[in-house]
């Protein structure tokens, strides 16, 4: 006997979700631990340990085991028709219509919920627990054009996908847009502190992404998108933080991809946690900007001793 588990994560044209995923490997794990053989089938677009499910030969199997979601469709009406010979089985499904023929071709129905049954805990939350990994938050920088033939924003942020997307990680897109009216978006400053601190690291190619990553205790990788680098790795340099890069044009993007897997690596460890920390320390310290503020024209009629400290810095700007 060997048995065949798939679900919507299965079909070409399905959909994978966290849920359907973690169904199939907690009935996975049920089957390893019945001594039942088994595969998952999936999709070439989902990331599980098992053949894909339109490449597998309907023969090999005698049982088939429909995972999660709804039991409904032309795609799970096809799945009867392709394991006619199979035991077909579906379990923690949704029973929208019992009298579907999508419901009707199987053999057995272990429903969650339904219109004839009573609700039961999903499959999903005894899917077992992986290890540990980084949650990263990714802030992008928009377009630019005060750069004009200098920006490389679309290559750069490419590029970056293609990385991140090869990464174990959990990933966060964040925006520092300030939005009082869009939930999607912070309201304030100190909520988006309060979001950026929960991540482990961020990948950045915006000035403030480093800056709040770093304010924060948080490390950064920050990538400057501008070619031969502009203000993000200028701010990298001002705030002594030390994994920043600037893609080269004339080097193969193995180069740079080696570079931020380094950077990486380093974020991550304990020595760029405490650097980090040192960062934020100096970050919060009142900014040479300031004192050059109180120096000059705006801060003459500041009362006695309120002013800051000599500027350094010609006050007169070309």
């Avoid at 199939?24 to 089938?41: N, Q, R, W």
């Avoid at 004009?148 to 174990?168: F, P, Q, S, Y």
């Avoid at 304010?215 to 031969?228: E, H, L, Q, S």
Wanted: some cysteine.
């Amino acid at each position: 006997m060997r048995a065949l588990v798939t679900g919507w994560f299965g079909f070409l044209h399905g959909e994978a979700t966290a849920g359907d995923v973690g169904a199939a490997a907690a009935v996975s794990a049920a089957l390893d631990e019945a001594g039942v053989p088994h595969d998952i089938g999936r999709s070439p677009n989902t990331l599980i340990d098992g053949p894909v499910l339109d490449d597998l030969s309907p023969g090999d199997y005698d049982h088939l085991v429909f995972v999660c979601g709804p039991a409904h469709g032309q795609q799970v009406r096809d799945l009867h028709a392709r394991f006619a010979h199979c035991h077909r089985t579906a379990v923690g499904v949704s029973v929208v219509d019992p009298g579907d023929e999508a419901v009707r071709g199987f053999h057995s129905v272990f429903p969650r919920d339904g219109a004839t049954s009573s609700p039961r805990p999903d499959l999903a939350a005894a899917a077992p627990c992986g290890p540990d990994m980084p949650v990263v938050g990714v802030i992008r920088a928009p377009d630019q054009p005060e750069y004009g033939d200098r920006r490389e924003h679309a290559d750069v942020h490419a590029e970056l996908a293609l990385w991140l997307t090869a990464k174990n990680c959990a990933r966060v897109p964040l925006d520092t847009r300030l939005d009082v009216s869009e939930w999607g978006h912070c309201a304030t400053y100190r909520q988006f502190d309060a979001l950026v601190r929960r991540v482990d690291l961020v990948v950045t190619t915006r000035l403030h992404g480093l800056v709040l990553a770093l304010r924060n205790g948080v490390p950064a990788v920050a990538v400057d998108p501008v070619a031969g680098g502009a203000k993000v790795g200028a701010q990298a340099r001002a705030l002594g933080w030390p994994a920043a890069a600037v893609r080269d044009r004339s080097h193969e993007p193995s180069v740079f991809r080696d570079r931020l897997d380094a950077l990486w690596d380093w974020c991550l460890s304990p020595a760029a946690r405490t650097r980090a920390g040192w960062a934020a320390a100096t970050a919060r310290e009142r900014s040479p900007l300031i004192d050059d503020l109180l120096a000059s024209p705006v801060g003459a009629d500041a009362p006695a001793g309120a002013q800051g400290r000599p500027s350094t810095v010609p006050t007169a700007r070309a």
